[in-house]
């Protein structure tokens, strides 16, 4: 079955920077757009970036120019390189998948915390 596993979360402080990697399983990376989601406490689910099966992205105005999504279509994973982190940053992100004709698959998350 699809599974989405992230990693690369933990304590970075600001000023810093942080790569998270999420890999899938389930044989529908190849065909999947896949995106960053982040979730503080008390907050929605906030839209980072996205980036197609032919590597078109898209991103959030308020992580672009610092934060870079990639993926790597031979071992199934996408990236998303944080620079310059602040600590409005902190927060548990997600990745996600979509598949056009089998439909959204989530990670569990993984944390993020930024010092000040």
């Not at 690369?8 to 389930?26: D, F, W």
């Not at 979730?39 to 197609?52: D, I, M, N, S």
């Not at 992100?93 to 569990?108: E, F, M, N, S, V």
Request: proline content about 3%; some cysteine; glycine content about 10%.
């Amino acid at each position: 079955q699809v599974q989405l596993v992230e990693s690369g979360g933990g304590l970075v402080q600001a000023g810093g920077s942080l790569r998270l990697s999420c890999s899938v399983s389930g044989d529908i990376f190849s065909m999947s757009a896949m995106s960053w989601y982040r979730q503080a406490p008390g907050k929605q689910r906030e839209f980072l970036a996205a980036v197609t099966p032919v590597h078109y992205t898209r991103y959030s105005e308020s992580v672009e120019g610092r934060f870079t999504i990639s993926r790597d279509n031979a071992k199934n994973t996408v990236y998303l390189q944080m620079n310059n982190m602040e600590p409005d940053d902190t927060a548990t992100y997600y990745c996600k998948a979509i598949h056009a004709l089998k439909g959204d698959y989530w990670g569990q998350g993984t944390q993020v915390t930024v010092s000040s």
